[in-house]
């Protein structure tokens, strides 16, 4: 299983781009990458997931280059509402998710 | 779409009694659900995979017969934590795998917080 890791923890104001970048050396061909996000007592919310090179929704957007070992999720113009844990994971194929500790992400007004 | 729901969202019971926790895929058919657990401030930790039809498969460290999970249908998980005692106490997250789509995207359920006197 590839294993990740993430900053601990990020602060951001209002209104500013947020990056969160994930480090996933090992990552396998066959694997994509998949961002949560996740509130107090609450189940994950998915966010986005791609392969390679870049993806955007509505949401955000995830950056991934050539070689796959990392990935960044941007986190435009962010709001209060944004504060939560973001999760980073790589895998393929309803195989299991193993989570890393996630960045705490504190938006500030 | 993709929405998994979980019922009861919040539990209480006593000490010694079992308690079943449903996961159900609403708009989606899941041949693979995943059962997780949330301590306070931490992250999520994986206890089992279940498929439709077969066993589940357990983490290591986790208990089968204390925690027995059946998935009779593509829709329909349920996780019973069996015998229960306070350090089972925790927050219980559900999710399910879109069948026959790839990349097959785990979509998680809202949580079941078991509180154990």
């Known amino acids: 299983l590839a294993k990740t890791t993430q900053p601990i923890s990020m602060d951001s104001y209002e209104g500013q781009e947020v990056n969160i970048t994930c480090s996933h050396n090992n990552i396998a061909t066959n694997d994509y990458i998949t961002w949560y996000q996740q509130f107090p007592s609450q189940g994950p919310r998915f966010i986005i997931q791609g392969y390679k090179t870049k993806v955007t929704n509505e949401v955000a957007s995830l950056f991934i280059p050539a070689d796959r070992k990392s990935s960044t999720l941007s986190l435009p113009r962010v709001s209060l509402s944004d504060t939560a844990v973001y999760y980073c994971?790589?895998?393929?194929?309803?195989?299991?998710?193993?989570f890393g500790s996630g960045t705490r992400l504190l938006v500030r007004p | 779409g993709a929405v998994v729901s979980q019922h009861p969202s919040r539990v209480i019971c006593k000490s010694g009694t079992s308690v079943k926790i449903e996961c159900r895929s609403l708009d989606f058919q899941a041949t693979t659900m995943f059962w997780y657990r949330q301590f306070p401030k931490k992250s999520l930790m994986l206890m089992a995979t279940s498929n439709e039809g077969s066993k589940a498969t357990y983490e290591q460290g986790v208990e089968k017969d204390k925690f027995l999970i059946n998935h009779a249908s593509l829709t329909l998980s349920t996780l019973t934590v069996t015998s229960a005692h306070p350090e089972d106490s925790s927050f219980y997250i559900c999710s399910a795998a879109i069948s026959g789509r790839m990349p097959d995207t785990q979509y998680f359920g809202p949580g079941t917080r078991l509180t154990v006197l």
């Open positions: 994971l790589v895998g393929y194929s309803s195989y299991k998710l193993i």
